[in-house]
């Protein structure tokens, strides 16, 4: 079930991003060949809009965008084929039209975050406006590190604290946070297991947990993450503007992850490719459907910032060749270009396959 929820959440998000290439090509009156659903081999054809076949393919991941002109091989074009190929309009064009997808990731993450604060979210209390009133508030798991003393006692994403506990004290919770938790583990868990009492699909579980040194830091923990959460419902206007916040919020910290990642300040094992994702999407459903669907916003924010990367095969890459063609103030040899892309889009897979077969590794 986890994988179906994950392909059907990427699909959307790859709809999405091809839908800005779309649009801004069609504005532009660029021809688009074809606006497929999964990708070749072709399943088969739908209709035809305005010169773009509408197809369905057999692979079940997002969709693509065939633009006249996007992979140029430098050949001879008629007049009126030049009038509608992407490399023969004005560059600022030309740029749009490759930004329009990490928009579309961008706009549709907002629209996302702005439904769930209209409709209810379970919220952090961190996130809320200031003075807001939640209707309820729970200490909740809101993630579960592999193979950790948590998952091996049983704890669950979703489970609602209600105590913890040692052989010879009891906390109630009431207004206690992550960091109480720590640091009742840390002055416990060298010499005591540490007991929660859970509430679970409204059954309450008795769950031991046995600490363990250097899960995090180098202190005793049992590899948990909490949050206390609340019902969030917010008016249209003000759920606009706490989208819009979100949604800069969310994309400034992703930005700023790729960066320490780059800078080896993160290291690459804390990457998830499709395997950990999906596991992820797993988790968020168990919490409850407004809690997926912004982690579908967050996704989203996510493919727009991969995008913007200035990396060959990438939007971002070839928005920069298009910058460094406007500074010479000439086109680049389309065959050199090309490579380059072709270059790119192997080191991508080859990154990809990677970071699968290190999700694998970990399930065992």
């Keep these: 079930m986890n994988i179906i929820i994950f392909i059907l959440i990427l699909g959307i998000l790859v709809f999405v991003h091809e839908l800005g290439h779309f649009l801004f090509a069609k504005l532009f009156n660029i021809r688009v060949d074809e606006f497929g659903f999964g990708y070749p081999p072709k399943m088969f054809k739908m209709f035809s809009w305005r010169g773009t ?9 997002g969709g693509f965008v065939k633009i006249f002109g996007e992979n140029d091989d430098g050949s001879e074009l008629s007049d009126e084929e ?12 030309q740029t749009l039209v490759m930004f329009g997808g990490i928009l579309f990731n961008l706009i549709f993450a907002w629209i996302l975050f702005s439904g769930i604060f209209m409709a209810g979210i379970m919220a952090p209390v961190s ?6 009133k939640f209707e309820n508030i729970d200490l909740t798991l809101t993630s579960i590190m592999q193979k950790s003393p948590a998952e091996n006692a049983g704890l669950q994403v979703g ?7 040692t052989g010879e004290s009891t906390v109630i919770v009431q207004d206690q946070s992550i960091e109480d938790i720590a640091r009742f583990i840390q002055e416990n868990g060298e010499n005591s297991d540490v007991g929660f009492v859970v509430l679970r699909d409204k059954k309450l579980e008795n769950i031991i947990t046995k600490p363990k040194l250097g899960i995090v830091g180098d202190s005793y923990s049992i590899g948990v993450g909490m949050d206390r959460v609340g019902k969030m419902k917010l008016p249209f206007f003000q759920s606009l503007w706490y989208g819009a916040k979100n949604t800069v919020s969310m994309t400034v910290e992703i930005f700023r992850g790729f960066g320490q990642l780059i800078s080896g300040k993160v290291s690459i094992d804390a990457v998830s490719g499709p395997v950990g994702i999906a596991g992820q999407v797993g988790s968020a459903a168990k919490i409850g459907l407004t809690y997926l669907i912004g982690f579908a916003a967050m996704l989203s924010i996510n493919l727009a910032v991969l995008n913007i990367i200035p990396f060959p095969a990438l939007d971002g890459g070839r928005i920069f060749i298009l910058l460094i063609e406007s500074v010479i103030g000439k086109r680049l040899n389309p065959n050199i270009v090309n490579w380059i892309n072709v270059v790119g889009f192997f080191l ?6 990677f970071v699968t077969v290190k999700d694998i590794i970990k399930l065992f």
């Design 348 to 353: 991508l897979i080859g990154l990809m396959l």
């Design 127 to 132: 996130s809320a406006p200031d003075n807001y």
């Design 159 to 165: 489970d609602i604290v209600k105590e913890y506990y």
């Design 82 to 93: 030049k009038a509608v190929s992407l490399v023969h309009k004005p560059r600022w064009q």
């Design 53 to 61: 076949d509408f197809t369905m393919n057999w692979i079940p991941f």
